[in-house]
């Protein structure tokens, strides 16, 4: 039997692959490489799907979170608070701008940053909280909304997972003061290379945002701080128009899987992820929780019946090297450091066949009987 693979782009890249090529040598054909009419085109088409005035699409989510940190004027001295159960560039961003990270622990249901501990960590120095939405579901958007207005903080989204997912009918990365996007190739809208996306309501930050990411120059050769370059290719531009074309129907397939997964599997020892009421997440991942210690178990299980899975993430970000020389212990986020341990992805892209969804869900439903 053949295996079933954890991701497999190829399948999509075949679908598109003569759209993609003729748009390629479009941006070839006018020398568009850096920024122009493709980034732009991009950053309109997106800006409309999201239902917001401003993108601005740069080279990849971590400069995303980054632009968004110094448009803010975050700095040394503040606190972002942000989960640990994410990507690591969630807390690279305030680091990057010398301020301190402050991890909240996750609800053990939604698997999403907890509310109540958000509000236990926030100080005088609190200038933000970064939610992420993770595995493409949504975190708890009206709790967070309402912390952030009370204490006279900033609300950012990392939505880097979560491309499309709704929360009470609006799109995730459209909460947020400034809101953050990621195309790498994996995503639920994937570049061929790298890419990101800031999007926002607030024309200012956009506009900084804009500016930072070529070398703060709002006119040639005309500088007015500190810059980068973080511009997004034409190249990537282009792509990402064709892509987008795409997303719906690649969520709503994404999400036929996992209701299947959800109806399917029958095991004591697996549980799913809760969703809040009144959102529609989009499946980046679809994880299982695995517990009784039996989550390596169920991987090799898995593997040797050909199945491929994925753990995200092994070590949550409060307990790798660079913040374990800030203090941070075992211990200190104990939901977190368990689902660390009892996380397992299965299969989930949207040209996964149903005879591959049930080859999966039998597996996992013969684990351990
Ligand atoms: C939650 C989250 N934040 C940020 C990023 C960073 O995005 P990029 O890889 O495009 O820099 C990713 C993905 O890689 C992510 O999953």
Same mark, same amino acid.
């Given at each position: 039997m053949s295996s079933i693979p954890f991701l497999d782009l190829s399948r999509q890249t075949a679908r598109l692959r003569s759209e993609i090529l003729s748009a390629l040598e479009r941006v070839i054909d006018d020398n568009a490489f850096s920024s122009g009419p493709y980034v732009e085109g991009f950053e309109k088409a997106f800006a409309e799907y999201l239902g917001v005035p401003h993108v601005v699409a740069v080279n990849s989510g971590t400069s995303?979170? =980054?632009?968004?940190?110094?448009?803010?004027?975050?700095?040394?001295?503040?606190?972002?608070?942000?989960?640990?159960?994410?990507?690591?560039?969630?807390?690279?961003?305030?680091?990057?701008?010398?301020?301190?990270?402050?991890?909240?622990?996750?609800?053990?249901?939604?698997?999403?940053?907890?509310?109540?501990?958000?509000?236990?960590?926030?100080?005088?120095?609190?200038?933000?909280?970064?939610?992420? =939405?993770?595995?493409?579901?949504?975190?708890?958007?009206?709790?967070?909304?309402?912390?952030?207005?009370?204490?006279?903080?900033?609300? /950012?989204?990392?939505?880097?997972?979560? =491309?499309?997912?709704?929360?009470?009918?609006?799109?995730?990365?459209?909460?947020?003061?400034?809101?953050?996007?990621?195309?790498?190739?994996?995503?639920?809208?994937?570049?061929?290379?790298?890419?990101?996306?800031?999007?926002?309501?607030?024309?200012?930050?956009?506009?900084?945002?804009?500016?930072?990411?070529? =070398?703060?120059?709002?006119?040639?050769?005309?500088? /007015?701080?500190?810059?980068?370059?973080?511009?997004?290719?034409?190249?990537?531009?282009?792509?990402?128009? /064709?892509?987008?074309?795409?997303?719906?129907?690649?969520?709503?397939?994404?999400r036929e899987i996992a209701r299947m997964y959800r109806e399917g599997i029958r095991n004591p020892l697996v549980e799913f992820q809760k969703e809040y009421p009144d959102s529609a997440g989009v499946y980046h991942i679809f994880a299982v929780r695995v517990r009784d210690g039996m989550r390596d178990r169920l991987k090799d299980y898995l593997a040797e019946r050909g199945i491929g899975t994925g753990i995200y993430y092994p070590i949550p970000v409060h307990l790798q090297k660079p913040f374990r020389e800030m203090g941070w212990k075992a211990g200190d986020l104990p939901e977190t450091e368990r689902l660390s341990k009892e996380i397992l992805a299965l299969p989930m892209f949207p040209e996964l066949t149903d005879e591959e969804v049930n080859r999966v869900i039998d597996a996992v439903n013969g684990f351990g009987r």
């Open positions: 995303a979170l =980054h632009l968004i940190m110094r448009a803010l004027d975050i700095g040394p001295g503040d606190e972002v608070i942000i989960p640990s159960w994410t990507f690591i560039a969630t807390a690279w961003a305030p680091m990057y701008v010398g301020a301190r990270p402050v991890f909240a622990d996750v609800d053990p249901r939604t698997w999403q940053i907890a509310p109540e501990d958000v509000e236990r960590k926030i100080t005088r120095r609190t200038k933000a909280i970064i939610g992420v =939405h993770i595995y493409g579901q949504t975190f708890d958007l009206d709790r967070l909304e309402q912390i952030a207005r009370d204490r006279g903080i900033y609300l /950012v989204e990392d939505a880097a997972q979560s =491309h499309g997912a709704l929360y009470r009918g609006r799109k995730t990365g459209t909460f947020g003061v400034v809101n953050a996007f990621s195309f790498y190739p994996t995503k639920n809208l994937g570049s061929m290379g790298e890419g990101g996306a800031v999007a926002t309501f607030d024309e200012e930050l956009a506009y900084r945002i804009r500016i930072l990411r070529n =070398h703060a120059s709002p006119r040639r050769y005309e500088h /007015v701080e500190l810059g980068y370059n973080m511009r997004m290719t034409g190249f990537q531009g282009a792509v990402l128009s /064709v892509k987008l074309k795409y997303l719906d129907e690649w969520n709503a397939r994404r």
